[in-house]
């Protein structure tokens, strides 16, 4: 019973199914932070709006824990996953080439990661730690203004260099992360196979370029 | 071609090893990269010093026992092919050429660039094999077989058991390998029966062997020797996953 536990690919099974999980999250929060580029008044109100929205639903909250839990789980995967290549990789080759036979992002994983983990924990601190705990002025609907909080951050050029980076990271974590999660899984038809890594990648750079031009062109825009 | 070596010499696998050099003046181009091996052995033997040891056996590409790191590749720089089928004219003249042994813990090095691979000999005696009774030899077409399957089956069964796969592998997982027998296996009527008791067992004695996990980085396709596609892992975690989800014990 413990091997099940402690075996790679009940691991590995686990890692796909959260990473996927977040992967489809990251649609839906890039469609509602698409918001913040409507016309300035409009977006305030109606950003407020939506915030509020979600954070007053049940449903929602609940959905945010699983959230929370696919991220600490694959995260804890990870690191396990991490800790176990070490041990099975035992002495270091001392002339290494063996890069050459596969994607950089692949062998990377565990670096794009630790970038995305990293930024989640300013973001969560910025806006979500802000939102729900801190103190913040009100709309004229009387909805708190995170409309504001967000464009102001986003005055600085660092900040959107900080996201940008971010998001490429992001990027790249999913440009393997999506197919090799379905290969987990047990995805083995090759027509299928080749499919679900050409529309990996589409989302990938779909995702990534949706994020992107967020904080960009609220920087030009201000 | 002069060509000039690098090779890992190491006592056995407690003491620590380091690249030793070695020139050899008198390389044919057309000789095997083990050939090579031996005309620097030979010069060794006459000097009196230890020759370098190194595995192999049919020295024709489907035996699986050679196998070192060229350069930092698993069986050299041609893909998907063995140490004894590369040749030196995949060299120039005055190279120098890094030798060492496939490394991961679960192949611990035995002498030099030879290396014990019992841990994936294991894997197989845990269920790499059909144990239902077959009884006499049946007459050939009793049990049909598609060309496709028979061609499919012996894609994966063309596997030679080198170990490139875990030496190509940044986890030192031995995933293709262990795919690869699964998946011939279920691909026919006779190994079909019991291939739920032979993923969980094969799987678990490659967790117990200290093998790494598949990131699906698919360095290990690319450096076999066969060819074996990448497939066969996620066909591993198809039946495993099946297995554990569906089938009553
Ligand atoms: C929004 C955030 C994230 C998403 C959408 C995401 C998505 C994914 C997906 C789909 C996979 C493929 C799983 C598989 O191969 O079966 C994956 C793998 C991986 N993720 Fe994430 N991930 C995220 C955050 C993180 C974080 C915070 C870390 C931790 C440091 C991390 C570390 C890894 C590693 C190391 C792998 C590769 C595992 C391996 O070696 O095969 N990821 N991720
Ligand atoms: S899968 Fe390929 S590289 Fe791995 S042991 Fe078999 S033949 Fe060698
Ligand atoms: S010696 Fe048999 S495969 Fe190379």
Request: proline share 3%; with cysteine; net charge neutral.
């Given at each position: 019973m413990m091997i099940y536990f402690k075996n790679a690919l009940t691991r590995k099974?686990?890692?796909?199914?959260?990473?996927?999980?977040?992967?489809?999250?990251?649609?839906?929060?890039?469609?509602?932070?698409?918001?913040?580029?409507?016309?300035?008044?409009?977006?305030?109100?109606?950003?407020?709006?939506y915030s509020h929205f979600l954070s007053g639903n049940i449903v929602i909250k609940l959905v945010s824990y699983v959230l929370y839990a696919c991220i600490l789980l694959h995260t804890l995967d990870a690191i396990y996953l991490g800790i176990k290549s070490k041990k099975a990789n035992g002495p270091k080759l001392s002339r290494d080439r063996r890069s050459r036979a596969s994607t950089w992002q692949s062998r990377n994983m565990m670096f794009l990661g630790i970038i995305i983990f990293l930024f989640l924990v300013i973001h969560f601190k910025d806006f979500w730690y802000h939102y729900k705990f801190g103190e913040l002025p009100h709309d004229e609907n009387g909805n708190k203004d995170l409309y504001t909080l967000v464009v102001n951050a986003f005055d600085s050029i660092w900040y959107v260099i900080l996201y940008s980076v971010s998001f490429l990271a992001l990027g790249f974590h999913l440009l393997h992360g999506v197919a090799s999660a379905h290969r987990s899984l047990g995805v083995y038809h090759p027509f299928y196979s080749k499919l679900i890594r050409i529309l990996g990648y589409l989302f990938s750079i779909l995702i990534t370029?949706?994020?992107?031009?967020?904080?960009?062109?609220?920087?030009?825009?201000h | 071609?002069?060509?000039?070596?690098?090779?890992?010499?190491?006592?056995?696998?407690?003491?620590?090893?380091?690249?030793?050099?070695?020139?050899?003046?008198?390389?044919?181009?057309?000789?095997?990269?083990?050939?090579?091996?031996?005309?620097?052995?030979?010069?060794?033997?006459?000097q009196g010093e230890r020759?370098?040891?190194?595995?192999?056996?049919?020295?024709?590409?489907?035996?699986?026992?050679?196998?070192?790191?060229?350069?930092?590749?698993?069986?050299?720089?041609?893909?998907?092919?063995?140490?004894?089928?590369?040749?030196?004219?995949?060299?120039?003249?005055?190279?120098?050429?890094?030798?060492?042994?496939?490394?991961?813990?679960a192949f611990p090095i035995v002498r030099d660039l030879k290396i014990n691979r019992s841990a994936l000999d294991r894997i197989i005696t845990s269920g790499g094999f059909v144990a239902v009774d077959t009884g006499q030899a049946p007459e050939a077409n009793s049990i049909p077989i598609t060309y496709q399957e028979a061609e499919s089956a012996f894609d994966s069964a063309a596997c030679i058991g080198c170990g490139a796969c875990v030496a190509s592998c940044k986890n030192s997982s031995a995933a293709l390998f262990t795919g690869a027998k699964i998946t011939?296996?279920?691909?026919?009527?006779?190994?079909?029966?019991?291939?739920?008791?032979?993923?969980?067992?094969?799987?678990?004695?490659?967790?117990?062997?200290?093998?790494?996990?598949?990131?699906?980085?698919?360095?290990?396709?690319?450096?076999?020797?066969?060819?074996?596609?990448?497939?066969?892992?996620?066909?591993?975690?198809?039946?495993?996953?099946?297995?554990?989800?569906?089938?009553?014990?």
């Open positions: 099974n686990l890692m796909a199914l959260t990473g996927l999980f977040l992967s489809f999250f990251l649609i839906i929060h890039l469609l509602g932070n698409l918001q913040l580029l409507l016309p300035e008044k409009e977006a305030q109100l109606q950003y407020n709006l370029l949706g994020y992107l031009i967020i904080p960009i062109i609220i920087y030009i825009k | 071609m002069k060509i000039y070596l690098k090779i890992w010499r190491q006592k056995d696998n407690h003491s620590k090893g380091c690249f030793k050099d070695y020139t050899v003046d008198d390389v044919n181009k057309d000789m095997s990269f083990l050939e090579m091996l031996d005309t620097l052995n030979l010069k060794l033997v006459k020759p370098v040891e190194f595995d192999h056996d049919c020295r024709e590409g489907i035996c699986g026992q050679c196998g070192v790191m060229i350069n930092g590749i698993a069986h050299g720089p041609l893909k998907n092919t063995t140490t004894c089928q590369l040749h030196m004219r995949s060299f120039k003249d005055g190279d120098t050429i890094y030798v060492e042994p496939f490394k991961a813990a011939h296996l279920e691909l026919l009527p006779q190994g079909q029966k019991e291939t739920h008791v032979r993923v969980t067992e094969m799987v678990e004695q490659m967790e117990k062997e200290g093998f790494g996990h598949c990131s699906n980085t698919e360095a290990c396709q690319v450096e076999c020797p066969e060819n074996i596609s990448v497939l066969n892992i996620a066909r591993m975690n198809y039946e495993y996953n099946k297995s554990k989800l569906l089938v009553k014990k």
